[in-house]
């Protein structure tokens, strides 16, 4: 890449091209303009001598102001941060991947939750992890390691859960979803303690912060807040079917605005109501 300091090292004609062939077409036309004004003028020779240090002027003030903004323009680029400049472009071309994304592949539909991609590629670039499940046993019985992951670079997790000790909801959500699920308190209790000892691990910059909610979504969550585009799951819980069969929906902030809103302030409405686990 050029470096835009090295301009003022090249040469007048490669840097300032407009101004040298203004100078070369005044030449010129003086040249003219002396060999008419040396002999008797005509008519139309009279006019060229009006119009010839008209045209002249004008090509040497147009090539004036080409310099001088020209300079301008090299001195505000040189002087911008090419940090700056990356992360501006980096987000524009993330913009355009997201937008691509949802024409390709159909992004924003309902899919099976194998189609949806994975959770190390969810979670990277994110600072925080927020998911709500009735149990997430499943999740973190298969990804502990992940989450441990996400601590040890800083992020912020939250979680939250159905309550347990709330009997007219795991009613509820036993009515839905029994078979296959039927034992949802023991989930329950044993997700809350394999997550309570990652809250446990003080020696990573991270943090695990669990809460209950006395009622049960009709939906689970798992949204990814990132720098340029954040990403939510959206997986609609289904009358007695097993999990991998249930419709799953991934929402953007920059393709799904408004959707990706409603589903974050749902969460953020449920972590407000619900209850720290002790």
């Known amino acids: 890449m050029t470096d835009p300091g090295k301009d003022d090292d090249r040469s007048l004609l490669d840097h300032h091209w407009p101004f040298a062939v203004s100078i070369l077409a005044i030449t010129v036309l003086c040249f003219v303009y002396f060999s008419v004004y040396s002999k008797k003028p005509t008519a139309w020779q009279s006019l060229s001598l009006a119009i010839i240090p008209a045209v002249a002027a004008s090509l040497l003030i147009a090539s004036a102001l080409y310099v001088l903004l020209n300079r301008d323009f090299r001195a505000i680029r040189s002087t911008q941060p090419q940090s700056d400049l990356r992360q501006q472009i980096k987000a524009e071309i993330e913009t355009l991947t997201s937008i691509i994304q949802r024409l390709s592949d159909n992004s924003g539909v309902l899919k099976r939750r194998a189609a949806i991609p994975t959770l190390p590629s969810m979670f990277d670039g994110a600072d925080t992890i927020s998911i709500a ?29 159905l309550d347990a000790d709330r009997k007219d909801a795991l009613d509820a959500w036993d009515r839905l979803s029994n078979p ?12 809350i303690h394999m997550l309570r000892s990652l809250a446990g691990l003080r020696n990573y910059p991270g943090t695990c912060d669990v809460r209950l909610l006395d009622t049960s979504f009709p939906y689970s969550l798992i949204i990814c807040n990132k720098p340029s585009i954040s990403e939510i799951q959206v997986e609609l819980h289904a ?27 749902q969460f953020e409405q449920a972590w407000a109501n619900a209850k720290p686990s002790r």
């Open 239 to 265: 009358y007695r079917r097993a999990p991998e069969d249930r419709p799953n929906i991934l929402l953007t902030n920059i393709a799904d605005p408004h959707w990706f809103r409603f589903f974050t302030e």
């Open 180 to 191: 296959p699920m039927n034992t949802p308190e023991s989930d329950i209790r044993s997700s």
């Open 133 to 161: 499940a009735v149990s997430a046993l499943g999740l973190v019985n298969h990804h502990r390691g992940l989450l441990e992951e996400q601590l040890r670079f800083g992020k912020k997790l939250r979680v939250i859960l």
